[in-house]
């Protein structure tokens, strides 16, 4: 069991058991462990499931809908980085054959 800023992180159900008796049981400052992927991806998804609110369904389109530009924006960074790096290769290749070929 992991203590972060009064929440706890539990790693089996003897955490809680042991929780339980220690009357330090308070659910509201459990994150369990598969709560961390979900607020990786959306935190504020992760806020609304752990408070019980439920969006409607417009703005579940619209988060929908923002995740999924901000994935194709992501997968088209990684591309371009990647291309840069493939370019910088080819410069520096080239310098290289000009400066060496004297």
Not at 16 to 26: A, G, L, R, T
Not at 54 to 76: L, N, Q, Y
Not at 81 to 91: E, G, K, P, Q, R
Request: net charge neutral; aromatic share 16%; proline share 2%.
């Amino acid at each position: 069991m992991l203590n972060f800023n009064n929440f706890y992180i539990l790693n089996e159900i003897n955490d809680v058991i042991d929780m339980q008796k220690e009357s330090k049981f308070n659910s509201s400052l459990v994150i369990k462990s598969s709560e961390i992927s979900q607020y990786a991806y959306c935190p504020y998804a992760w806020w609304q499931q752990r408070n019980g609110v439920m969006p409607e369904t417009k703005e579940m389109a619209k988060g929908t809908d923002f995740h999924e530009d901000f994935m194709v924006r992501k997968d088209t960074a990684k591309f371009l980085n990647s291309a840069s790096y493939v370019v910088l290769a080819i410069i520096v290749i080239v310098l290289m054959y000009y400066f060496l070929r004297g």
